[in-house]
């Protein structure tokens, strides 16, 4: 999967397009130092989400915004 574009939605939360899912936008909310899903406006003309593509989605907005390793060091990673 390959971001397509981003951007700054309002405070605290970026808009985030992928070629997997070209129809479907999904919003992720900056905590602490990273941002995770929190939402998405998903059209039927794209695949379902699974919890593997919420995932990678979380890891390449992370990645682009160079937040990565904080994303890879988060609490709740070692519970599951």
Same mark, same amino acid.
């Given at each position: 999967m390959k971001i397509l574009r981003w951007a700054y939605d309002?405070? *605290?939360v970026v808009r *985030?397009? =992928?070629d997997r899912?070209?129809?479907t936008t999904f919003y992720l909310k900056r905590i602490r130092n990273y941002y =995770? %899903?929190?939402a998405a406006d998903w059209n039927e003309s $794209?695949?379902?989400v699974t919890p593997? $593509?919420?995932e990678e989605i979380n890891i390449l907005i992370n990645?682009? %915004?160079g937040r990565e390793h904080a994303y890879l060091q988060r609490k709740t990673r070692? %519970?599951?």
């Open positions: 309002r405070r *605290g *985030g397009y =992928f899912f070209p129809h =995770f %899903l929190s $794209d695949p379902e593997a $593509d919420r990645r682009e %915004l070692n %519970l599951t």
